[in-house]
């Protein structure tokens, strides 16, 4: 019996440190859709990529998605094969043993956190605006996300049904007030001609067409992350091994197809000086929306965004906690934090996950620094995608791993597959991680240009001297 096996058994076995499988295959492919969002994706990006390309980032974002399938496909046949919660973390455990599962779970919950405390600063944004609050000052942006920060745990905590009803409601606020809106802009309020999503690349403020196009790709990563949320949660799924690969590529598909298609209706539909303006905006997209459809769809179309981001946090809260849970239970954090309720919640996992990212709401307080969580968060689970396929292909041609074992067989394509989507990744990352003036604000500091490789150093580093202290301990007793 393998490892993982042994594992999940003696998982099995224990009420203390497991979780019911509650969760069908739609359960866990509305999870991976609330977390990658498609309303939270696009909306965050859709000014940011047309200030700094000044057009003709359609591309750039179309690519990006073809190239996440790619490494979505590996996460797939992993989860195929070892559906344990932890995903990403237990896959390296298994191949490479602890110590290299210590690094993969530190980085994992480090740029998970970091995406939890981004969505929250933006969603207290979405919900100062619904209850008509101006939340113009770092202060108050910061209260409200702790609002919505606050809720997004009651929601982990409560019933399950309760919980997959708001993610239900999501799923549904995402079809209305994203793909129901652009379907509407696309068919009545269309001012351009198709080839204007292809035309003025690199006369935005990066200074040619290339870097244009390489900004654009860094910048449409973070509307494709967030998929490998429903392997994380796959020990709370019913027939993991069928049901979590079906749920990792339809969710990234839905999300992919939404977002492709509400980028162009938008694109289609307002000028481009109309979208480089909102960006300067905490909420760029109701004045635009309000602009064809009339101020009285405002309030609607902020309750539906409410709802969508609400889904995505209460989502994200769960993936990440997940993570927690998993290395609690393996002796890499501590044990209080494998601990679950009668209603097999993981509750101590959940608030320490809470916690850590409403202490980085702090850095909400300074738009430079909470530029630099963005950063991170989203260059963070780009260095996950690349650890996690760097490892699936060097334990594939190593012999550490057997893919035909798993439900999904790629056969040779396998082998393809998983080097284009490690290959992929490494791109990504080091475009992501590349220190770009033109696309921040001209007077940022120096350590926010290179906040990616500062920030994962540093968590690298402080994980090297943890390991090397314990060794040395151990070595003396």
Request: aromatic content about 12%.
């Amino acid at each position: 019996m393998s490892e993982v096996s042994k594992h999940t058994s003696e998982i099995a076995a224990s009420d203390v440190h497991s979780m019911h499988p509650s969760m069908t295959i739609w359960h866990s492919f509305t999870l991976g859709f609330a977390v990658v969002s498609p309303i939270v994706g696009l909306y965050a990006i859709i000014g940011v990529q047309t200030e700094v390309t000044g057009g003709g980032w359609f591309a750039a974002l179309a690519i990006c998605l073809l190239m996440q399938l790619l490494v979505a496909t590996v996460y797939a046949e992993l989860a195929s094969q070892f559906p344990i919660a932890g995903g990403a973390y237990k896959w390296t455990r298994q191949f490479y043993g602890a110590t290299a599962s210590h690094y993969a779970g530190v980085i994992y919950i480090s740029s998970t956190i970091a995406m939890l405390t981004t969505t929250a600063y933006a969603g207290g944004i979405w919900f100062a605006g619904f209850f008509g609050s101006s939340g113009e000052s770092g202060a108050d942006k910061v209260l409200w996300a702790v609002v919505f920060l606050a809720l997004c745990t009651l929601l982990n905590l409560v019933h399950v049904n309760v919980f997959k009803l708001v993610i239900k409601l999501g799923v549904y606020a995402e079809v209305v007030g994203s793909l129901g809106i652009a379907l509407l802009l696309f068919l009545f309020f269309r001012q351009h001609s198709i080839l204007e999503l292809f035309q003025h690349l690199g006369t935005g403020t990066a200074p040619n067409q290339t870097t244009a196009f390489l900004a654009a790709l860094a910048v449409a990563g973070w509307a494709f992350i967030g998929f490998d949320a429903c392997s994380t949660t796959a020990e709370e799924t019913h027939e993991p091994k069928r049901a979590v690969p079906r749920a990792i590529f339809f969710s990234l598909c839905m999300v992919g197809t939404v977002v492709i298609f509400n980028s162009a209706s938008l694109i289609l539909a307002f000028d481009r000086e109309t979208l480089i303006h909102s960006s300067a905006t905490a909420d760029p997209i109701t004045p635009l929306i309000a602009h064809h459809f009339g101020t009285w769809i405002e309030k609607p179309f902020l309750a539906i965004v409410m709802i969508a981001f609400l889904a995505c946090g209460a989502s994200v809260v769960k993936y990440a906690s997940r993570i927690v849970f998993s290395m609690a239970r393996e002796g890499n954090m501590p044990p209080v934090l494998s601990h679950v309720t009668h209603g097999k919640t993981p509750r101590n996992a959940v608030l320490f996950t809470v916690l850590l990212a409403g202490c980085g709401l702090i850095f909400g307080l300074n738009d430079d620094a909470v530029a630099t969580i963005i950063a991170f968060g989203t260059g963070g689970l780009y260095a996950m995608f690349a650890f996690t396929t760097g490892v699936a292909l060097f334990a594939r041609l190593s012999g550490r791993w057997n893919p035909a074992l798993g439900q999904l067989k790629l056969g040779k394509w396998g082998l393809i597959i998983n080097t284009l989507a490690f290959s992929w990744a490494v791109f990504e990352l080091i475009n992501i991680a590349w220190p770009r003036p033109y696309a921040i604000s001209p007077n940022a500091p120096w350590w926010q240009l290179w906040a990616t490789p500062l920030v994962l150093g540093c968590i690298l580093g402080a994980t090297t001297l943890v390991l090397l202290f314990n060794t040395f301990i151990r070595s003396r007793s």
